[in-house]
């Protein structure tokens, strides 16, 4: 673990910005230029073999290198990938905002409309995404940024997570019928990745479709209140087994057709999911227009 005031490399970590089971970002500045950015430290699995921890974070290290080349103007660009003995770390731009989960339940005065624009604005980011080859991995609310003046922007593109195939966003290990050890949120996880399949663009939508019903009811298709309270175990069950009730449920002044565009995004096979994010924002342009209704 790393504290405030500690120098890694040239930055000095100067405040903790976050802390979870899975890492620790802390706004650092750069000896010499004064240049703040988000320095965020991967944490090591606890218990795992020293040689298992360290092909992770090779391999997290190659691919954070890789994504990192890809520009994007909703993007937050990563300048540079490093491993510290192990945990590997990235350095990103330093952005004053409020995470899109802030927004969950909030039905302020205009916030319905930005809402649509944000989940727009993020469909066409990851649009542009898979078309470059490539795929977020982890599409959640607290991966997406609103700055001070509205505009959406992407956090942690690209970046390797443990799964249960260390591949993905999630580590899970079952130990009996009622034990399951679980570092990060699977709330947002494609069916797919519980079997160890990785991540997709398809994988990516289903994320997608979980945070957009989550902005739009003020809560999660897999049960009320926020994702990081609710059992592991059950969200698992429901993801791979139960069908969530219909946004306008909780919801009701938005457009019916909603309602199958988000339960299309969730589907349990990918297969039977959009195309492509291009077709999501189609049909979710279509529904929210008034003969959608």
């Given at each position: 673990?790393?504290?405030?005031?500690?120098?890694?490399?040239?930055f000095?970590?100067?405040?903790e910005?976050?802390?979870?089971p899975?890492?620790e970002?802390?706004?650092a500045?750069e000896?010499?230029?004064g240049?703040?950015a988000a320095?965020?430290?991967?944490?090591l699995e606890p218990?795992a073999?020293?040689?298992?921890n360290?092909?992770?974070?090779?391999?997290m290290?190659?691919e954070?290198?890789a994504?990192?080349?890809?520009r994007?103007?909703?993007?937050?660009?990563?300048?540079?990938?490093?491993?510290?003995?192990?945990?590997?770390?990235?350095?990103?731009?330093?952005i004053v905002?409020?995470?899109?989960?802030?927004?969950?339940g909030d039905?302020s005065?205009?916030i319905a409309?930005?809402?649509v624009?944000?989940?727009?604005?993020l469909a066409r980011?990851l649009?542009?995404?898979?078309?470059a080859g490539?795929?977020?991995r982890?599409?959640?609310?607290?991966?997406?940024?609103?700055?001070?003046?509205?505009e959406?922007?992407?956090?942690?593109?690209g970046?390797?997570?443990?799964?249960?195939?260390?591949e993905?966003?999630l580590?899970a290990?079952?130990?009996?019928p009622d034990?399951?050890?679980?570092?990060?949120?699977?709330a947002?996880?494609a069916?797919e990745r519980f079997?160890?399949?990785?991540?997709?663009?398809?994988t990516?939508q289903?994320g997608?479709?979980?945070?957009a019903?989550?902005?739009f009811a003020?809560r999660?298709?897999w049960?009320a209140g926020?994702a990081k309270r609710l059992?592991?175990?059950?969200?698992?069950?429901?993801i791979l087994?139960t069908?969530?009730?219909?946004?306008?449920r909780h919801?009701p002044?938005l457009s019916?057709?909603?309602?199958?565009?988000?339960?299309?995004?969730?589907?349990?096979?990918a297969?039977?999911?959009?195309p492509?994010m291009?077709?999501?924002l189609?049909d979710?342009d279509?529904?929210l227009?008034?003969?959608?209704r």
């Amino acid at each position: 673990m790393h504290k405030v005031g500690d120098v890694v490399g040239r930055f000095t970590l100067e405040q903790e910005l976050g802390r979870g089971p899975m890492s620790e970002v802390f706004l650092a500045v750069e000896a010499g230029t004064g240049w703040k950015a988000a320095f965020k430290i991967f944490i090591l699995e606890p218990g795992a073999k020293p040689g298992d921890n360290v092909l992770w974070a090779q391999r997290m290290v190659r691919e954070a290198t890789a994504a990192a080349r890809f520009r994007h103007a909703n993007v937050v660009q990563v300048h540079e990938v490093g491993d510290l003995g192990s945990a590997p770390y990235l350095v990103r731009d330093f952005i004053v905002g409020r995470s899109l989960a802030e927004y969950v339940g909030d039905a302020s005065q205009g916030i319905a409309e930005a809402k649509v624009y944000w989940l727009r604005e993020l469909a066409r980011t990851l649009a542009d995404i898979h078309r470059a080859g490539l795929a977020h991995r982890e599409v959640r609310p607290t991966n997406m940024l609103v700055r001070r003046d509205g505009e959406l922007r992407v956090l942690d593109f690209g970046v390797a997570r443990r799964s249960i195939d260390r591949e993905a966003g999630l580590v899970a290990r079952l130990s009996g019928p009622d034990r399951i050890r679980v570092l990060g949120t699977p709330a947002y996880m494609a069916p797919e990745r519980f079997a160890n399949q990785g991540s997709s663009p398809a994988t990516d939508q289903f994320g997608w479709g979980v945070l957009a019903y989550e902005l739009f009811a003020g809560r999660l298709p897999w049960g009320a209140g926020p994702a990081k309270r609710l059992k592991p175990a059950k969200v698992i069950d429901a993801i791979l087994t139960t069908t969530p009730e219909p946004v306008t449920r909780h919801a009701p002044g938005l457009s019916r057709a909603l309602d199958a565009v988000l339960a299309r995004t969730m589907a349990k096979s990918a297969a039977e999911r959009f195309p492509s994010m291009d077709y999501v924002l189609r049909d979710f342009d279509q529904a929210l227009r008034p003969s959608g209704r």
